[in-house]
């Protein structure tokens, strides 16, 4: 697990969030049907208090889910990078 947090364009806090595990696709198929088709608590949770967040913010926050793969598109991880708007 790997956690970077730094500031980009001078106003937005970013937390890069990154593991090595089996990747999303192969843990949608190793749970069960009612499992995979939920979203997670904690992403219903986080997209809500972006969006409560954006609603008085000018720049948006927002936060991005990528699978992270190997040349022969084998899973390696997964990336979350959230993005917050900070004041100076």
């Known amino acids: 697990l790997s956690i970077r947090v730094g500031i980009r364009n001078g106003n937005l806090l970013a937390c890069i969030i990154e593991d090595d595990g089996v990747g999303r696709e192969k843990a949608r198929k190793l749970k069960s049907k009612t499992a995979a088709t939920r979203k997670s608590l904690g992403m219903k949770l986080t997209e ?27 899973a390696r991880g997964t990336k979350v990078i959230l993005t917050i708007p900070i004041e100076n």
Request: charged fraction near 15%; hydrophobic fraction near 35%; proline fraction near 0%.
């Open 48 to 74: 809500s208090r972006l969006s409560l967040l954006n609603s008085h913010a000018t720049t948006q926050a927002s936060v991005q889910i990528e699978d992270l793969t190997e040349s022969m598109g084998i």
